[in-house]
């Protein structure tokens, strides 16, 4: 794998538009192909004509011909060029660590300018101009006049000057007689009758007038005065309509600390520095203004372009340099910001171009206070990539046909103070969970829904969605009960770790596949209980599962489903564990519990509630052949204090759960930790008799609580105050002693440590409640003679058993206080080895029938989630996946039909692939397609210059290819019956032949 770049020759960029359209209705990828009509109206600039007056920012999606052409093809219709400079090739290359992009959430990068040499850039955008003003003709996709091309250059005079870069800005302006214009007139001409409604006529009238504006770029620290040489030499010397590109520096230190603080991007890190060195905004103004005349003097335009990225520092590896440019959502509020402060400043009548986050979220607002044009890079990283584009060309179809006529300065201003209480610009308390599934994408059959992945009972959760989303509530609850016997009581308090997986993340949130698990589950329980019955036994095992929690019931459903006798033994006079017992009525109804306990009784699994089991032996003395152990975590963790008592959270929760009228805590109650049990305490205590006020204490932040996201947020919205960074020492006299905490360095977990300040703090403290984990009672495994591990726990094999055989642990009694679906996975598992339970009947209904359907919602965003049905939202990844091929802005992985594979197979294009690392974030392997894909080459240089599994074309005639696999690499004919390599690998290789030969 090698990060260069080979420019394709226009014949070839050709062949593959013409024949992907031809054989996919696709161009580079894209599908969903944006037309305009010709009476559509269209927005005058630069004396051109835009249908659509936004498109790509000058960066990774206007580098090359291709990615020019794909952003058109998507609806795209201004086009902000990559931007070039004195230093380039492989000068630059050698200068831009790799991977240089992740846009996870928020944007890194580390690159600036396009990585070709500046005349290959030129070929580039001559070739795509061309190229678009062939396709819009013959394909009908808009008017052939109707989109721009606007250079941009960077980054001062001196390097603007040099012969490269003024053959460069000349050529753009004119490119007629120049070598790549030539060529593709000459091969349009010869090919002349590929076209149904091209003629030759056309093609000779194709304008060499490529650009004739400018986006100036300037390094940070730039002069003022040095910005504004340059621009009036491209005003007066190069006769150019201009914007100059400015740094949200422009705003102040204190403004952007704050702001992004203020967000939740308080991690983010940043200095002073660059404030300090670039242009200033009281520079900046009076230098408007005399450009401003300068251009009007000359029948010029003259702007702003909001704004460069956001230069911050490489603080947690997230690229491989020093300093990296923050873009996407995190931008936005400071961009607009900035925006409304220049609107104000200049009356509105300044125009301004923007950049800085702009999406599907915000670009009617932008355009309609009078921004434009708007150009977009991170939202086209992400999932969906150019396809996105399209919803935007629809929201903004026909947006007007008049010149600007000024920025709507209280309407920018509006949309400045909205951004900054937008949640939509606002990071979640906590670190986001990773995407990814903890294992390595393979070379074929890649496709795979990571929510079942995420989900520690693999859930059918596509088929589920699916059968939901027709209506069919019932078959979707045989799905869910297949692997899950307590839809009522996850459907309402899983953690649903599923959907920290979900694809759907990277559009705008989450499937909410936990509300739709509860919604098959009220809308088909009655029928699903009608139809149950007692299995035919299967087995001479008899069961006996100790403990009428979550996982004992769990255990005795899989065993009795598989046909196994099991007998569920509970100590309590009712069924549920800590979930009846200690769960807050306000988390989980009591009736979501007598609906679950319920289904599991009516697969005649046997109960026997108020006794206690003290030993396996007297339950094997009782003829079981085997026994789980399911009888939770109820020992009390320990809070060591110098002096004073606090609460057990279980015993208090136990308390509220019975008799909440009767607990009296006083007005001032103290919960210390952070976890959801912490939580549910906290969330207890407000609604206790006589309580004013509920502090939780953790000695670190919320972002590093262990407890979720939601469950933060509900403690939050129920009114809990939360004392971060307070380290508990002792209670006393209705007063908690503390000491004030920093964060230090992180410890082996990530989270950064507690570190002692010597401050000592007071918390107004009437009842103090120990939420710090509970543990497992291992002094009960010893007595019945099971192994223990050094922290107490019981030593169990793959499957769940123990040193004494036949003994099996499942659910907090194996892994300690931990989830409902966790213990559910480990019933099954447990079961599974007992007596081959399986529940795999669903797992082929993940895959849709309908493949086009799936397809088809790449890159469409909801507007409101709420409103939108959650089968539509699910983008089916089990189905349809190629997030890689989706996001690359080169077009370098592909996807190739192969004849007897359900889905199409991946390759990458090494030719086309400069490094950028994108596919690699958002792959739902942990994996990196460009280099874990295969691959195929187009040059023996390349083919040596990789470690990639790969092939390379010897001879196409003889379908002879050098391909390298598992590190071995030999010479093969695919024809030939001695050929050793995998069949699969073969017929991939032998259909990207068939139907892309135009990609060799």
């Given amino acids: 794998m090698s990060d260069k770049m080979r420019p394709i020759a226009f014949d070839k960029l050709m062949n593959w538009a013409l024949n992907e359209y031809a054989q996919q209705k696709s161009i580079f990828g894209v599908a969903k192909v944006f037309r305009h009509k010709p009476d559509d109206k269209k927005l005058p600039i630069f004396k051109e004509r835009l249908e659509a007056p936004f498109g790509p920012a000058a960066g990774p999606h206007t580098q090359l011909a291709q990615n020019v052409i794909a952003a058109y093809a998507a609806g795209s219709r201004f086009f902000e060029l990559k931007t070039v400079q004195k230093m380039d090739g492989e000068e630059l290359s050698a200068c831009v660590a790799k991977p240089c992009i992740t846009a996870a959430d928020e944007c890194y990068n580390c690159e600036w300018s396009t990585e070709l040499t500046v005349p290959q850039a030129f070929d580039e955008y001559v070739k795509a101009w061309f190229a ?64 149904a409604k091209v003629d030759a006529a056309y093609i000779e009238a194709v304008s060499p007038r490529v650009s004739d504006s400018i986006t100036l770029s300037t390094l940070h620290g730039c002069p003022p005065q040095e910005i504004e040489r340059i621009a009036t030499y491209l005003i007066t010397e190069k006769n150019l309509n201009t914007y100059i590109k400015c740094n949200p520096t422009l705003l102040g230190y204190e403004f952007a600390r704050k702001t992004l603080d203020d967000l939740g991007f308080d991690y983010i890190v940043f200095d002073d520095h660059h404030f300090k060195e670039d242009l200033q905004f009281s520079d900046a103004v009076p230098m408007f203004h005399r450009l401003t005349a300068l251009t009007q003097a000359r029948g010029l335009e003259f702007g702003v372009k909001l704004t460069n ?85 629809e929201a903004l179809l026909n947006c007007g046909d008049q010149p600007f006529s000024g920025v709507n300065v209280a309407a920018v201003s509006d949309f400045a103070e ?37 989900c520690p009972i693999c859930q059918d959760i596509p088929a589920y969605l699916r059968l939901a989303g027709e209506g069919n509530y019932l078959e979707a609850l045989r799905v869910i009960t297949e692997r899950n016997p307590l839809p009522f009581i996850t459907g309402t308090i899983c953690p649903h770790h599923c959907a920290d997986k979900c694809t759907r993340n990277f559009y705008e949130e989450s499937v909410r596949i936990r509300d739709v698990k509860l919604e098959a589950a009220k809308a088909a329980y009655a ?168 502090r939780l204490v953790y000695r670190r932040n919320k972002r590093y609580m262990p407890a979720d996201e939601e469950e933060l947020a509900l403690a939050i919205a129920d009114g809990v105050q939360f004392c971060d960074l307070l380290a508990p020492v002792g209670v006393k006299d209705g007063v908690l002693t503390c000491h004030r905490m920093k964060l230090g360095e992180p410890d082996e977990s990530g989270r950064r440590r507690p570190v002692d300040t010597g401050e000592v703090i007071t918390v107004p403290a009437d009842t103090v409640i120990a939420a710090v984990g509970e543990k497992v009672d291992s002094a009960f495994y010893g007595q019945n003679g099971i192994a223990l591990t050094e922290r107490g726990y019981a030593r169990v094999n793959e499957n769940l058993e123990t040193s004494v055989p036949g003994v099996y642990i499942v659910g907090d009694a194996n892994r300690g206080p931990a989830t409902v679906v966790e213990a559910i996975a480990d019933a099954a598992k447990a079961a599974k080895a007992i007596c081959g339970a399986d529940c795999d009947a669903y797992a082929a209904c993940n895959v849709s029938p309908d493949y086009t359907h799936a ?54 294009v090494d030719g086309m692939c400069n490094e950028c690392g994108n596919c690699a974030t958002f792959c739902p392997y942990d994996s990196a397609p460009y280099k874990d894909k295969f691959t195929l080459f187009w040059s023996e240089e390349d083919f040596a210059d990789s470690e990639n599994e790969g092939f390379l074309l010897l001879d196409g005639e003889k379908q002879t290819y050098r391909i390298r696999l598992d590190g071995q690499v030999e010479c093969v004919s695919l024809g030939d019956p001695e050929c050793t390599v995998p069949e699969d690998i073969c017929r991939l290789i032998s259909a990207a032949w068939g139907q892309r030969q135009y990609l060799f």
């Fill in 309 to 393: 990225t956001f230069p911050v520092e490489v603080s947690a590896g997230e690229l491989p340099s020093e300093e990296m440019y923050m873009s996407g959502r995190s931008l936005y509020p400071l961009t607009i910001s900035l925006a409304k402060k220049i609107a104000k400043e200049f009356d509105g009548k300044l125009r301004i171009s923007y950049s800085g986050g702009a999406d599907l979220h915000n670009i009617e607002k932008l355009f309609a206070c009078g921004i434009w044009p708007i150009t977009l890079a991170t939202t086209l990283l992400k999932p969906g990539g150019y396809e996105r584009i399209y919803q935007m060309a």
């Fill in 132 to 195: 678009c003003k062939l396709l819009a003709k013959e394909l009908d996709l808009g008017d052939p006049d109707g989109f721009v091309f606007n250079m941009s250059v960077g980054y001062d005079l001196e390097g603007i000057k040099t012969p490269k870069i003024d053959a460069y800005i000349e050529g753009m302006k004119d490119a007629g007689n120049t070598e790549v214009f030539q060529a593709c007139k000459k091969w349009a001409l010869a090919n002349v009758r590929r076209f």
């Fill in 855 to 908: 397809l088809a919602k790449k890159g469409k965003l909801c507007g409101e989630c709420a409103s939108c049905k959650e089968s539509d939202r699910c983008l089916e990844c089990a189905t349809v996946c190629e997030c890689c091929a989706d996001v690359c802005p080169n077009r370098a992985n592909i996807t190739v039909a192969v004849p007897g594979k359900r889905m199409r197979q991946i390759i990458h």
């Fill in 418 to 454: 909205d951004a900054l209480g937008d949640p939509y610009y606002r990071k979640p308390i906590k670190p986001l969970p990773s995407r990814k599934m903890a294992k390595k994408v393979p070379l074929i059959d890649c496709f795979e829904a990571p929510c079942r992945d995420g």
């Fill in 527 to 694: 029928d699903l209980m009608k139809e149950l019955k007692k299995p035919v036994p299967a087995s001479d095992a008899k069961v006996a599962v100790v403990g009428g929690g979550p996982a004992g019931l769990a255990a005795g459903y899989f065993l009795a489903k598989a046909g196994v006798a099991a007998t569920v033994f509970e100590k309590r006079g009712q069924l549920g564990g800590i979930v009846r017992h200690v769960i807050p009525a306000f988390r989980v109804s009591t009736a979501a519990i007598e609906n679950d306990v319920a289904l599991v009784k009516a697969l005649g699994v046997r109960f026997e509630t108020g006794v206690e089991i003290s030993s396996a032996k007297e339950l094997f003395d009782q003829g079981f052949t085997h026994v789980i152990f399911a009888n939770g975590a109820w020992k009390p963790g320990v809070l060591k204090l110098e002096y004073g008592e606090a609460m057990n959270v279980i015993a208090f929760l136990e308390q509220c759960k019975s008799d909440i009228d009767n607990v009296n805590l006083g007005e001032n109650v103290v919960v210390i930790g952070g976890g959801n049990t912490a939580m549910d305490a906290a969330r207890a205590a407000k609604r206790a008799p006589g309580v004013k006020n509920v």
